[in-house]
T-cell receptor
Framework: AQSVTQLGSHVSVSEGALVLLRCNYS??????LFWYVQYPNQGLQLLLK??????LVKGINGFEAEFKKSETSFHLTKPSAHMSDAAEYFC???????????FGGGTRLMVKP | EPEVTQTPSHQVTQMGQEVILRCVPI?????FYWYRQILGQKVEFLVS????????KSEIFDDQFSVERPDGSNFTLKIRSTKLEDSAMYFC????????????FGPGTRLTVL
């Protein structure tokens, strides 16, 4: 069985500050890992994904994530937060058949001016 | 850019009634999914569908739920007799073909059961 834990249901940063959203996973097989973002009243949009190629994955809007097998982590970072980054962020893991995504609980990012 | 669409955006129903939630996946995609998110909780997988049959389903997807691809474009989720605890946001997603392909999500249908 697979699972995802996102530490911190709410994260608040100042505009221009580093964004760090934490994700730890559990998987019995080599995982595929994803970060999705959900803006208010919208669906889930893929930010980036790890599929066993490079461990540092770059995504849209300046976000990146690093897969660390030894730590079973896939934390999401952005060097400088923008007001438009305020949203809910979901980490997810997939089995290697791509059949289903298992999501973490989500982290709501707030950006202060 | 192609996108997954869902109708209606909000559905209100009485307990015990049947509801059908509709989705139009991206046109050349082959795999289809339903997920739900109860307010304040995780997004949960319900079912995946490929080649006109269910490929995987979760424990949530009991006999009250069914899915159908009635034509070449729509993908529906039916709840036969809604319960209060079915109130949630329901997301449809589709994927092209390969296991590395991304699942693209629709905007969701908010179902409220009274």
């Amino acid at each position: 069985a697979q699972s995802v834990t996102q530490l911190g249901s709410h994260v608040s940063v100042s505009e221009g500050a580093l964004v760090l959203l934490r994700c730890n996973y559990s998987s019995s097989v080599p995982p595929y890992l994803f970060w999705y973002v959900q803006y208010p009243n919208q669906g889930l949009q893929l930010l980036l994904k790890y599929t066993s190629a490079a461990t540092l994955v770059k995504g849209i809007n300046g976000f990146e994530a690093e897969f660390k097998k030894s730590e079973t982590s896939f934390h999401l970072t952005k060097p400088s937060a923008h007001m438009s980054d305020a949203a809910e962020y979901f980490c997810a893991v997939s089995d290697n058949a791509g059949n289903m995504l298992t999501f973490g609980g989500g982290t709501r990012l707030m950006v202060k001016p | 850019e192609p996108e997954v669409t869902q109708t209606p955006s909000h559905q209100v129903t009485q307990m015990g009634q049947e509801v059908i939630l509709r989705c139009v996946p991206i046109s050349n995609h082959l795999y289809f999914y339903w997920y739900r998110q109860i307010l304040g909780q995780k997004v949960e997988f319900l079912v995946s569908f490929y080649n006109n049959e269910i490929s995987e389903k979760s424990e949530i997807f009991d006999d009250q739920f069914s899915v159908e691809r009635p034509d070449g474009s729509n993908f529906t989720l039916k709840i036969r007799s809604t319960k209060l605890e079915d109130s949630a946001m329901y997301f449809c997603a589709s994927r092209l073909a390969g296991t590395l392909d991304t699942q693209y999500f629709g905007p969701g249908t908010r179902l409220t059961v009274l």
